[in-house]
């Protein structure tokens, strides 16, 4: 069997290399207009958490059309119950800042007396148990680390901080290490057995959320 000589002279590998450092060439190009992208919209995200926290805007993205959002749309796309929830929240978020902002404006609706209660209140909005399964804060071998997502965490800190103004950024790592790794237990059945008149009269249904607030809860204001 004849086999055609594969050309090896300096020409060719010439070709070779010039294809080599166009392809570079566009990658560093795609990627200067990524980070040149996130950064124009971290700066209008940071523009519009600012005149949010002085009340020239209560939520959504243009002021004319707030108190006509109902956000119908936003929760139809909420709980996330599925492996790769957060990913693609965080995506979204990264791309789409209309988005972004009536879903932080939707959160701030769902309120919380405490700092813990409103995390939870919002971790519930956004995610299912079943879907958190799936993480903890600093990731495994078999789990994905939720603090790793970035943008999403930086939401919900900001809707929780923009009602509590001294909460700290370690108590709210703090409090969402312990509320993931409790995703598997608050989705446990709980059966109440009432007590008969031959033994004390005691309440065993488990509160998680109670022992997961009360989770370093002198130390609100850790900084």
């Known amino acids: 069997m004849n086999s055609t000589p594969i050309a090896t002279d300096g020409t060719f590998q010439s070709k ?6 166009d392809i570079k060439q566009i990658c560093l190009q795609g990627e200067a207009k990524r980070v040149h992208f996130e950064a124009r919209m971290q700066t209008q995200w940071d523009l519009f958490v600012t005149k949010m926290s002085q009340g020239n805007i209560v939520c ?12 119908e749309d936003i929760d139809r796309q909420f709980p996330k119950y599925t492996k790769g929830g957060a990913e693609e929240l965080e995506m979204i978020i990264r791309q789409d800042f209309v988005f972004k902002s009536r879903l932080f404006g939707r959160m701030d609706e769902l309120g919380g007396s405490k700092p813990n209660e409103a995390i939870r209140l919002r971790m ?4 299912s148990d079943k ?8 990731g495994t071998h078999e789990k994905a680390p939720f603090e790793k997502l970035t943008l999403l965490n930086d939401l919900i800190f900001k809707s929780v901080r923009r009602n509590f103004k001294g909460y700290s950024r370690r ?3 703090k409090y969402m290490v312990e509320w993931l790794k409790h995703s598997t237990t608050r989705q446990r059945t709980v059966v109440y057995t009432y007590p008969n008149r031959n033994s004390p009269e005691k309440d065993n249904e488990s509160d998680m959320e109670d022992q997961c607030d009360q989770f370093n809860e002198n130390n609100y204001y850790l900084n």
């Open 171 to 173: 108590s709210f790592n």
């Open 16 to 21: 070779v290399l010039k294809s080599l450092d």
């Open 60 to 71: 959504g993205n243009e002021p004319q059309n707030e108190q006509n959002d109902d956000f």
């Open 124 to 127: 519930k909005y956004l995610f």
């Open 131 to 138: 879907c958190l399964d799936h993480y903890t804060w600093r």
